[in-house]
């Protein structure tokens, strides 16, 4: 089985610091956030296959081999959504596939499950507090999915298994909002009555490139951390450039840079350059 994982969008909900490093490239505990995609995949698939943007940053990060996993690319020259993205990788697939977003992070124990589920097409869904910013999808028995698009609190959580038949269903099918998108593929196979399978994700839900903007990033730095032994009390930071004489809490900073005598608080920020006296709260921003 191979995977394909998106990793060319824009960002937008992140900018400026996207403007610089994409979204997959955001280091969490000084590793690129894609790289926890990749080590859950090592073993479980027999190669990985990233859509990236044209500017080859993720290629030139990752390269063509993470552990024994190799890793292939393809290009989306235009971010038009997540349908049209894993169209570009359509070459380079011979059978079934896991497909998963750039900013999400399954769980080995969820992969499994996805991989090894029954049914046509699998998909993972989470419980929220907030479905009305996500896609619901109401099951029936057996985890099989009954439609898609609903007010359900179980919503899509970023990872699917899918074959070659997601292409002819993509195929023709219009935008919605301006990107063409997976799920509507996967919606005009569930109607065209294809065994659609859901697999519940066990929390947290790693995810960070959605509604939340920088309280989703903050979330998935302390979350990240708890899971690898980092210290994430109330107000744990991720400082990955030299810092002397700073005020730093609960806080992503990164970048070729340094700090000096600057105070960074509930932010995440790239530094682009040995900044002096910096003051940012409560932002995303760049240092430059």
């Avoid at 750039?102 to 090894?116: F, I, P, Q, S």
């Avoid at 210290?231 to 810092?243: D, K, L, R």
Wanted: aromatic residues 4%.
């Amino acid at each position: 089985m191979q995977a394909v994982i998106l990793a060319a969008g824009e960002g937008s909900r992140l900018q400026p610091v996207t403007n610089f490093v994409p979204k997959p490239l955001i280091p969490f505990w000084g590793r690129a956030f894609i790289t926890y995609l990749l080590d859950n995949l090592e073993g479980l698939v027999d190669e990985a296959i990233i859509v990236g943007g044209p500017d080859g940053q993720v290629a030139g990060e990752i390269g063509d081999r993470r552990g024994s996993l190799p890793v292939h690319y393809a290009c989306q020259p235009i971010p038009l959504g997540t349908g049209d993205a894993v169209i570009r990788a359509q070459e380079l697939l011979e059978g079934p596939f896991l497909l998963l977003l750039g900013d999400t992070l399954a769980t080995r124990e969820t992969l499994e499950g996805v991989v090894e589920a029954p049914g046509d097409v699998v998909l993972t869904v989470i419980e929220v507090d907030d479905p009305e910013n996500h896609l619901g999808v109401s099951r029936n028995g057996a985890g099989r999915v009954a439609s898609l698009w609903t007010d359900d609190a179980m919503v899509d959580a970023g990872v699917f298994r899918l074959d070659q038949r997601i292409f002819d269903a993509l195929d023709g099918l219009p935008p919605l909002r301006g990107e063409l998108r997976v799920l509507q593929g996967i919606d005009g196979l569930l109607t065209a009555g294809a065994d659609v399978r859901a697999v519940q994700m066990p929390g947290p839900w790693l995810q960070f490139g959605d509604h939340e903007g920088l309280a989703g990033v903050l979330r998935v730095m302390r979350q990240l951390g708890e899971m690898h032994g980092h210290e994430c009390g109330p107000g744990a930071s991720c400082v990955m450039v030299p810092a002397e004489g700073c005020t730093i809490e609960n806080s992503l900073i990164f970048g070729p840079g340094s700090l000096k005598d600057s105070t960074i608080k509930d932010s995440i920020v790239y530094c682009a350059t040995d900044t002096v006296g910096a003051a940012v709260t409560g932002a995303i921003e760049t240092l430059t």
